[in-house]
């Protein structure tokens, strides 16, 4: 295991460990109080504690090499994982809703809201530090899966603070209708959130363009660009766990040999990782120049020209992602 997999790991294990401390202590809040706005605190920390588990097989498998069944490695548990949760806290909402309807329709009181105040407090404290913590070492190990759970905790600790300004109204007002009133809140706010962590997820693992992404790794490619980089088309690029795969047609002058090729296809590969940030694979198809690319061809004493050069084509995010067929497009209409 390398040195960013056992931070990641560690970063899981502790969101599991912190995540069940902080359930206990809002379910023992709830049992407390009987406030149906700490109840949809504790339903939206179960899912917590779920996720983590998710988290760590997600991070185990994650790190598991590329076999014969999974040439592209095992990153896309990561994705999984993160729609599990995203599900989960749809479901968390539900329930959370249901039970604040019934406290608005039958009514209740909450009792030893100081008590309530106290450990929903310190629990926050808790969640809002491991969040933190996990967006930090998921942003530093490239880790999409822990990104989203320290963004999900953080979501909780805002709704956490919503809950305790209701406890806080209802003890100095008397008001016992903010208590489902806080809780239908929070179900609408984490609905939201689980909702946006849904469509982040099933977005990896359709392999959803990343369009940032993307302008980086062309903005590489068209930084000092040597003589022999004539053209790009058809850059994609998609994530599998920590790891960036990639791969673009590359037009170069058709009479270089392999070794030419192979020394092009690696400073290609170099220039992508630098520019992502990640461990990347790029796989280079080599595209040999025609006659009507000389105008924009840089390559002195090139023994095949058919044309002066006149100026080079920008390459620019359009241009480095066309398809074959908008390539062949271009060239009849001579935008080439």
């Known amino acids: 295991m390398d040195l960013a997999h056992d931070a990641r790991l560690s970063a899981g294990r502790l969101s599991l460990a912190v995540g069940t401390l902080v359930f206990a202590a809002k379910i023992a809040a709830w049992i407390a109080t009987g406030s149906v706005a700490v109840f949809s605190d504790a339903m939206e920390s179960i899912v917590n504690v779920v996720a983590a588990l998710l988290l760590v097989w997600s991070l185990r498998m994650a790190a598991q090499p590329a076999d014969r069944d999974h040439p592209y490695g095992h990153g896309k548990a990561e994705f999984l994982s993160a729609a599990v949760e995203g599900a989960l806290i749809i479901v968390a909402a539900l329930l959370i809703t249901v039970q604040a309807v019934r406290e608005l329709v039958l009514g209740g009181v909450p009792q030893r809201l100081d008590a309530g105040l106290v450990l929903v407090a310190g629990a926050s404290l808790l969640n809002g530090a491991l969040g933190l913590r996990l967006l930090s070492v998921g942003k530093r190990t490239g880790s999409l899966a822990l990104v989203a759970d320290g963004r999900h905790i953080l979501t909780d600790v805002w709704t956490s603070a919503g809950v305790l300004v209701g406890l806080l109204g209802v003890q100095l007002t008397g008001w016992v209708w903010l208590d489902p009133a806080v809780a239908l809140a929070v179900a609408a706010n984490i609905v939201r959130e689980g909702w946006r962590l849904l469509q982040r997820a099933v977005g990896g693992l359709m392999d959803e363009a990343d369009v940032a992404l993307l302008e980086k790794l062309a903005a590489a490619l068209r ?44 400073a290609v590969e170099e220039r992508l990782r630098e520019a992502s940030g990640f461990p990347t694979e790029a796989v280079v198809h080599f595209d040999p120049c025609r006659p009507h690319e000389c105008p924009h061809c840089e390559m002195r004493a090139c023994p095949v020209r058919g044309a002066p050069f006149a100026a080079r084509r920008p390459l620019t995010l359009r241009r480095a992602t066309r398809a074959d067929a908008d390539v062949e497009e271009d060239r009849r209409a001579g935008l080439v």
């Open 223 to 266: 930084a000092e660009r040597p003589p022999e980089w004539i053209d790009v088309h058809g850059l994609r690029a998609w994530r599998s766990g920590a790891e960036l795969h990639a791969d673009l047609h590359l037009v170069v002058p058709r009479y270089l040999d392999a070794e030419r090729l192979h020394r092009i296809a690696e």
